[in-house]
């Protein structure tokens, strides 16, 4: 478990957003049946379902709206399809590909897209026998594409050099909107196991039943 203060501050805090729905989970609130509770709410204004229950956009400005808040995510992979590689492999080949796997596993991702169009991404890395690495990015970002119940989103940054670069991502939304799912830019054997990273919406159960209540998603 790794200390909470060492978390970059847009991590710690989708960390402890998502500890305080925990622990606010029936507290002083009638006890719900588990079948009935949801994480957190979409936009009540959303998006359609198809007849096999899939989310289904409507409008890029719809999209937006669906993904606009504070999502936190880990790493994971198809753990059939690892054995299946790892069978054969020779014993070298099998070491790298467990403590690539190991190490992407432990990946841990925090996003908010703010309504403003600002973006900002918090992930930490912990390598196998080696301390946390953490990284955090900046960006614009805009809902380009919505079909189905895919997104396309590009965010926009600059590199070193000052320089505006842009690149595209693309995100499934679970069929309540309250999930999103993305793939891992991997270029190694560990590709073929699916590498995906899931985020759930978070939203502060402090604030989110208050009267006039603002986005609860809302970092302050």
Do not use: H
Request: negative net charge.
């Amino acid at each position: 478990m790794l200390a909470c203060s060492k978390f970059p501050k847009l991590l710690q805090t989708a960390v402890c957003v998502a500890l305080v729905a925990v622990v606010c989970v029936g507290c002083g609130k009638p006890k719900q049946d588990p079948a009935n509770q949801t994480p957190a709410q979409a936009p009540a204004d959303g998006p359609e379902s198809n007849e096999t229950g899939a989310i289904e956009f409507r409008s890029t400005e719809q999209a937006q709206q669906v993904l606009a808040g504070l999502w936190l995510g880990q790493a994971v992979i198809n753990e059939d399809t690892l054995k299946d590689l790892l069978s054969g492999m020779t014993e070298p080949e099998q070491q790298a590909l467990v403590k690539e796997s190991q190490t992407f596993a432990s990946t841990q991702m925090a996003m908010e897209f703010s309504g403003d169009g600002s973006m900002e991404t918090a992930v930490e890395i912990t390598p196998v026998g080696a301390q946390p690495i953490q990284g955090q990015t900046f960006a614009r970002w805009n809902v380009v594409k919505a079909q189905g119940n895919q997104v396309i989103v590009e965010t926009t940054q600059q590199n070193e050099n000052g320089e505006a670069v842009s690149t595209q991502t693309v995100y499934t939304v679970s069929a309540d909107g309250n999930r999103i799912v993305m793939q891992a830019n991997v270029a190694s054997p560990l590709a073929q196991c699916e590498p995906m990273i899931y985020l759930d919406r978070q939203v502060d159960e402090r604030f989110a039943n208050a009267p006039d209540a603002p986005n609860g998603n809302v970092i302050r």
